[in-house]
């Protein structure tokens, strides 16, 4: 019993920091977008700087699940949840990546408002950060239909990256002294366009969790 209680609480401990690493995730995706419009660079740096923070972060959590996993020998749904985790963190770290990206944008489309305010890049940031929120919500409660609800989202940001694309290849031809700039924003829409796949495998790892099950969501 006192092992069994051990682990609970170590495990208890790893759902904190995935709350933790989840939020700065989220916090460093809303900076990148205030950053990008607002054309702030400092704020990009700050940025940049937390995504060490966070590449850390995903360090220490897979080191105390592997050893979790080394020492108590857990089994069925204790175990997939210690997968689970990794798979967690893996796809964090890649959105953090992409927030990182993002922040880059900043500098990149400096000058250009009418690229630093596209209302497709705000919405697919912003949707991105719902994903986040709700996916690791869907984690933390063993919620699998929730993570099914929050998977659906990245419907939502394909149909804004296909639109933005759209729309700027239309510019590209009326303003051939914009493609350069427009280049950047549409590699922009995709790292926010793969954020979402990465929101998604998240969700696919909370059903794996819950029900033991692969299932293969938004094909």
């Given at each position: 019993m006192?092992?069994?209680?051990?682990f609970?609480?170590?495990?208890?401990k790893?759902r904190?920091?995935i709350?933790t690493?989840?939020?700065?995730?989220?916090?460093?995706?809303?900076?990148?977008?205030?950053?990008?419009?607002?054309?702030?660079?400092e704020?990009?740096?700050?940025?940049k700087a937390g995504?060490?923070?966070?590449?850390?972060?995903?360090?220490?959590?897979e080191?105390?699940?592997?050893?979790l996993?080394?020492?108590?020998?857990?089994?069925?749904?204790?175990?997939?949840?210690?997968?689970t985790?990794?798979?967690?963190?893996?796809?964090?770290?890649?959105?953090?990546d992409?927030?990182?990206?993002?922040?880059?944008?900043a500098?990149k489309l400096?000058?250009s408002?009418l690229?630093?305010?596209?209302e497709?890049?705000?919405?697919?940031a912003q949707?991105?950060?719902?994903?986040?929120?709700?996916?690791?919500?869907a984690?933390?409660?063993?919620?699998?239909?929730a993570?099914r609800?929050?998977?659906a989202?990245?419907?939502?940001?394909?149909?804004e990256h296909?639109?933005?694309?759209e729309?700027?290849?239309?510019?590209?031809k009326k303003?051939?002294?914009l493609v350069?700039?427009?280049?950047?924003?549409?590699?922009?829409?995709g790292?926010?366009?793969?954020?979402?796949?990465?929101?998604?495998?998240?969700?696919?790892?909370?059903?794996?969790?819950?029900?033991?099950?692969?299932?293969?969501?938004?094909k």
């Amino acid at each position: 019993m006192q092992t069994r209680i051990v682990f609970l609480e170590a495990l208890n401990k790893l759902r904190h920091d995935i709350l933790t690493m989840a939020t700065m995730v989220e916090e460093d995706l809303g900076k990148a977008l205030i950053a990008l419009q607002h054309n702030d660079k400092e704020l990009a740096k700050t940025v940049k700087a937390g995504d060490a923070v966070i590449n850390a972060m995903q360090i220490k959590i897979e080191d105390e699940a592997a050893i979790l996993i080394a020492t108590q020998q857990p089994v069925a749904r204790d175990l997939r949840e210690l997968v689970t985790i990794f798979k967690l963190t893996s796809n964090l770290e890649r959105i953090g990546d992409h927030a990182v990206h993002l922040a880059k944008a900043a500098a990149k489309l400096s000058g250009s408002p009418l690229f630093r305010s596209t209302e497709h890049l705000t919405r697919m940031a912003q949707t991105g950060k719902e994903m986040i929120r709700s996916g690791v919500s869907a984690y933390l409660n063993q919620d699998a239909e929730a993570a099914r609800k929050a998977a659906a989202l990245d419907d939502d940001i394909d149909a804004e990256h296909k639109l933005l694309t759209e729309e700027v290849l239309k510019l590209m031809k009326k303003r051939p002294e914009l493609v350069k700039k427009a280049v950047r924003l549409l590699n922009t829409s995709g790292f926010l366009e793969r954020l979402g796949d990465h929101g998604t495998n998240i969700c696919e790892a909370v059903i794996y969790m819950v029900n033991g099950t692969h299932e293969e969501l938004n094909k």
